[in-house]
Every structure is written in C-alpha cells, then in structure tokens.
C-alpha cells in the first residue's frame, strides 16, 4: 500500500490514519554505503568489512525488533525519526556505530530511517505542505523489509 496525491488532497481523512512504508534492503544500502541490511523475521542483520591491522574481516550484526521503540525529532531546523532495534550480537558494532545516524542507547542501537525514507520513491509522492507533519508510530521487520507505519498530525 502506497500514499496516493488523491489521499494526501483529502487531509481531514489521512489525521491519525496510518500508512505502512515498506523500506527494502536496497534502500538502505543508499544511505549507509559499504553495509549490507538483510531483513527476516523479526531481525535485521547488518554485514560489511572492517579493517584488523592490514587485513579486512567480515563482520554481521544482529539486531531484534522491538515494534514500540521509535522516535520523532521536530526542532528547529532539525527534523528526524527513527528507530530503535535490540542488540542480540556486538560483531561489527563498533564499525556501524561510525556512521552518521547510528548510535546507541543502552542495549539499544538508535538508526535514523527519515534519510531512507526521503530517498524512497513515495516520499516524492507526498506534497510538501505534509512532510512536515510525519510522525512514525512503530516499525515491523518482515522477510525482505523493513516497514514503518506512519501517520500525518494537525
């Protein structure tokens, strides 16, 4: 299911509405260059190469779903929304925690998915004056996708 120019003209009916966005693998290997997501049920992983001494290994990290754990950023001049995944293994953590929108909390690693998503092909569907009144309500990790469910606020 995909946002529609026709839905979005009829605001009144899209307030607390939720639209599922399918993410796929490809899409965030766009905006994290060098890593390679793979979604399953329930579990992301994450694979690339780091560097030991002169050599490069291979690395894969996993993360668990945990669908309620999202944020939402709306500052000024600062706008974001992700996601939080649960850390089940630390190989290759490290190396994912260099790049930019990727952090950790706790037990948790924090990715940012509003790059992912603005890069996404739906994201161009929707007219200007609703980018701003995104808000992401929870996430689901399929086989082969990532969804987040998003809603337009007043």
Not at 37 to 59: A, H, N, P, Q, T
Not at 76 to 90: A, N, P, Q, V
Request: a positive charge.
């Amino acid at each position: 299911m995909g946002i529609f120019k026709e839905d979005l003209i009829n605001f009144g009916n899209l307030i607390d509405t939720e639209v599922e966005v399918k993410l796929s693998p490809r899409d965030f290997s766009r905006v994290f260059e060098n890593l390679e997501f793979e979604f399953s049920d329930r579990l992301m992983k994450i694979r690339g190469e780091k560097k030991v001494l002169f050599l490069k290994k291979r690395f894969e990290l996993r993360l668990g779903q945990d669908e309620q754990k999202v944020y939402n950023v709306r500052e000024f001049k600062t706008e974001d929304m992700g996601i939080y995944l649960k850390i089940m293994s630390k190989d290759g953590l490290e190396e994912v925690l260099k790049r930019e929108g990727i952090s950790r909390e706790g037990e948790y690693l924090k990715m940012s998915v509003f790059e992912v998503l603005k890069r996404s092909k739906i994201y161009g569907d929707i007219p200007d004056a609703f980018k701003e009144r995104l808000v992401l309500n929870r996430y689901k990790i399929g086989n082969g996708y990532l969804s987040i469910y998003i809603t337009v606020t007043k």
